[in-house]
């Protein structure tokens, strides 16, 4: 659908995105287990990078100290709630569960912790 050109260039641009997030993360002791980028052109057919990225929303960072091979450790993203939700009684249709108060609080200090460590800095 792209043709061969752009689809080279969104792959480049992706691998070379991940790499330098991949190593930085790894350096302040967090694993990018995954994460996503989305891509667009603009009206002049420029390759353009879209949405957020590498954030606790689109990606899955896990304390590099704790993995293993084979496991899946805590982490410092939205998985949490994904957890949560699964335990739940419901038949995963909309709307879901509301979210209790304490898994909110909990998600935000799961958020925070991972700026923390990603940025070497403390929240007040």
């Known amino acids: 659908m792209l043709g061969a050109e752009v689809a080279h ?6 691998l070379a995105l991940y790499q330098e997030a991949f190593s930085y993360a790894q350096s302040r002791g967090i694993l990018i287990a995954d994460t996503k980028f ?9 390759l353009r990078l879209m949405d957020e990225v590498l954030t606790p ?5 896990w ?8 496991s899946s450790p805590p982490s410092f993203d939205k998985q949490f709630v994904r957890d949560w939700l699964q335990a739940q009684p419901w038949n995963k249709s909309p709307p879901p ?5 304490e898994i909110v609080e909990r998600t935000a200090r799961k ?3 991972a700026l923390e460590r990603l940025t ?3 929240q007040a």
């Open 38 to 46: 989305e891509f667009g052109l603009d009206p002049a057919g420029d």
């Open 97 to 101: 569960p509301g979210l209790p108060r």
């Open 120 to 122: 070497d800095r403390m």
């Open 57 to 61: 929303d689109s990606s899955r960072f």
């Open 9 to 14: 260039k969104v792959r480049a641009t992706a």
């Open 63 to 70: 304390p590099l100290d704790r993995y293993r091979p084979g």
């Open 111 to 113: 958020y925070r912790e």
